[in-house]
């Protein structure tokens, strides 16, 4: 193998597509930084535990283990940013109120997902700890919209469901974690049968229920046949009156609503409502979040918590190619009058870019469009 060959979905990002995400990364970062999201910059590794205890099986598999020379306890390197902030958040800022979070910064994970392909996201989210009522999630969901919105993501469309739905209607059999696991795979994917072939043994409510999951998806006019349909259960109720809160208070923000209920993204994770955004041309989200008031308990305090995140590599693929910005090309020297003037463009934002001798065959490959020349004893930027 070639020492310049990367691991598989592995690659370098270059700079017209790095100029774009650092961009997108410091706009959406001063977006949230306004709304009062205090940025945190957790480590790359940590001991295992704290990465995957209380997230799910699914996280785990993404996760690439390590053992410590230090200590020789397994570390893992971080596959989700989202268990970090909920750690900061229990143990290292202590707040008794509301805690508002954000982060950007890499992940790695084992299989490359999301619309770059890539084993190495850019993740960016936010995360909002201590308050358990819809308000939360609904001010989430709207900074979500934001921020798709001012990265320049037009014609969205939010998915919603919410795991409560699920849970309430499988608490009602004693099954093993195996069949759950099965039931909702096959939720997941809306196959009927599977469904019902997969929970032949369970009481004809739930099993009916269950198979009605696949079929319950549409605007929010679906959440009133829902509240028809399924058992009458105190969990479902909150779960269909919570989705049909979000469906008024979001009404405003000019973005496609829809629900499906068989769509658990995250079940292990979540503990509530989950939500995605789409938009036309994607394959698939291009941000999800949820709810997920269990992940705080691992860290011996539980506190609710809901938040979304994106990956700025998938969101850069959505978006149109940015055009890269020309500089001035300055001449050779350290004259008083050329360095001064070379950092009056630089503090005005010009990009100068100062060639060095005997390159003059490659003048093209640094990008610049225009020059810097002296005429009459005054330095003038001139097009090149």
């Avoid at 900074?143 to 939010?158: C, D, H, S, Y």
């Avoid at 539980?302 to 055009?323: C, E």
């Amino acid at each position: 193998m070639r020492n310049w060959l990367l691991p598989e979905y592995i690659e370098d990002v270059l700079p017209a597509e790095a100029a774009q995400i650092e961009s997108l990364r410091r706009s959406l970062l001063d977006l949230l930084d306004v709304h009062g999201y205090q940025f945190v910059m957790p480590p790359m590794l940590e001991y295992l535990e704290s990465l995957i205890t209380g997230v799910g099986h699914d996280l785990d598999l993404a996760t690439f283990k390590v053992v410590d020379q230090l200590t020789g306890r397994l570390m893992g390197v971080r596959a989700d940013i989202t268990p970090q902030a909920a750690r900061i958040d229990a143990h290292m800022l202590n707040n008794q109120g509301v805690t508002r979070l954000c982060y950007a910064g890499s992940v790695l994970r084992t299989n490359p997902d999301g619309l770059a392909q890539t084993r190495q996201p850019m993740q960016l989210g936010a995360e909002l700890f201590g308050h358990a009522g819809i308000e939360a999630d609904i001010e989430i969901q709207r900074l979500m919209v934001k921020t798709l919105q001012a990265a320049g993501v037009n014609a969205l469309q939010i998915d919603f469901s919410h795991v409560g739905i699920f849970d309430s209607l499988m608490s009602k059999v004693q099954v093993s974690e195996v069949l759950k696991q099965s039931v909702y795979q096959a939720l997941q994917s809306k196959d009927q049968t599977e469904v019902k072939a997969l929970t032949q043994d369970f009481d004809a409510e739930t099993r009916e229920a269950l198979c009605r999951l696949t079929e319950l998806n549409g605007d929010a006019s679906i959440l009133t046949v829902a509240a028809k349909d399924l058992p009458k259960t105190p969990e479902i109720t909150r779960a269909l009156n919570d989705l049909t809160q979000v469906a008024k208070d979001l009404a405003d923000l000019a973005v496609g609503l829809s629900f499906d209920l068989a769509e658990l993204r995250g079940y292990h994770y979540h503990s509530g409502m989950v939500f995605a955004a789409y938009a036309q041309g994607c394959s698939g989200p291009l941000a999800f979040g949820g709810r997920y008031d269990e992940v705080g308990q691992a860290f011996g305090r539980a506190r609710a918590a809901t938040g979304f995140s994106l990956d700025l590599r998938g969101l850069v693929k959505a978006l149109p190619a940015l055009k890269v910005k020309k500089g001035i090309l300055a001449p050779y020297g350290n004259e008083a009058s050329l360095i001064s003037k070379i950092n009056s463009l630089r503090a005005s934002g010009e990009k100068v870019v100062q060639e060095l001798p005997g390159h003059d065959a490659y003048i093209a490959e640094l990008n610049c469009d225009r020059k810097l020349v002296n005429q009459a004893g005054q330095w003038q930027v001139v097009s090149a």
